[in-house]
């Protein structure tokens, strides 16, 4: 069965400083992978996802991820934080092809930004 | 954005009474889904749907069922609510089907007195 786990709940980064949220997957098809992020109070928004085009995915707001099957990791990393860049992040796998299938989320990952 | 809204934003309810969660969407998607959210789990699929009156359950459905009358509405019904059901509730779409991605509502909190 599919899974993904987060490695941290919680990770505080300097402003200006590298962004790094790990992510591990098991899937036991060519996995669908994404990022979503959310902001409090609000719902989830889809920041990147992987779907076999490129290993190296760039999505909104200057956020990377870089899927290596080798490691089963789907990485999210920035260069530089921002201090809008506070939030919770969501990695998730498809469980499937096809129509009928969902998304399996993480834990989540809480990023703070400190000035 | 898609037209995707969630009502009530919040609602307080006591314990054993039955609550339903609406979720409309404007966008003629296919593919509708039910999510709580807790902390230190994430988001949890309670039930989903591939069309009208077409649905399925998730990890979590204990509890809760849904209907589908029409393709624009996806309702979630707590039969009788507890208090292991307060939660945060997102209703998600999607054109195609987990692959394509999610598109969220803004969620429902509901609380379980």
């Known amino acids: 069965a599919q899974s993904v786990t987060q490695l941290g709940s919680h990770v505080s980064v300097s402003e200006g400083a590298l962004v790094l949220l790990r992510c591990n997957y098991s899937?036991?098809?060519?996995?669908?992978l994404f990022w979503y992020v959310q902001y409090p109070n609000q719902g989830l928004q889809l920041l990147l996802k992987y779907t076999s085009a490129a290993t190296l995915v760039k999505g909104i707001n200057g956020f990377e991820a870089e899927f290596k099957k080798s490691e089963t990791s789907f990485h999210l990393t920035k260069p530089s934080a921002h201090m809008s860049d506070a939030a919770e992040y969501f990695c998730?796998?498809?469980?499937?092809?096809?129509?009928?299938?969902?998304?399996?989320f993480g834990a989540g990952t809480r990023l703070a930004v400190h000035p | 954005d898609a037209g995707i809204t969630q009502s009530p934003r919040h609602k307080v309810t006591e314990t054993g009474t039955p609550v339903t969660l609406r979720c409309h969407q404007t966008?003629?998607?296919?593919?509708m889904y039910w999510y709580r959210q807790d902390p230190g789990h994430g988001l949890r699929l309670i039930h989903y749907s591939y069309g009208v009156k077409d649905t399925d359950k998730g990890e979590v459905s204990d509890g809760y069922s849904v209907s589908r009358s029409k393709t624009e509405d996806f309702l979630l019904t707590l039969e009788s609510a507890t208090s292991s059901q307060t939660s945060v509730y997102f209703c998600?779409?999607?054109?195609?089907?987990?692959?394509?991605?999610?598109?969220f509502g803004s969620g429902t909190r509901l609380t379980v007195v």
């Open positions: 899937s036991s098809v060519p996995p669908y």
């Open positions: 998730a796998v498809s469980d499937g092809a096809g129509g009928y299938n969902k998304l399996i």
């Open positions: 966008e003629n998607h296919r593919y």
């Open positions: 998600a779409i999607s054109e195609g089907g987990a692959n394509y991605g999610y598109t």
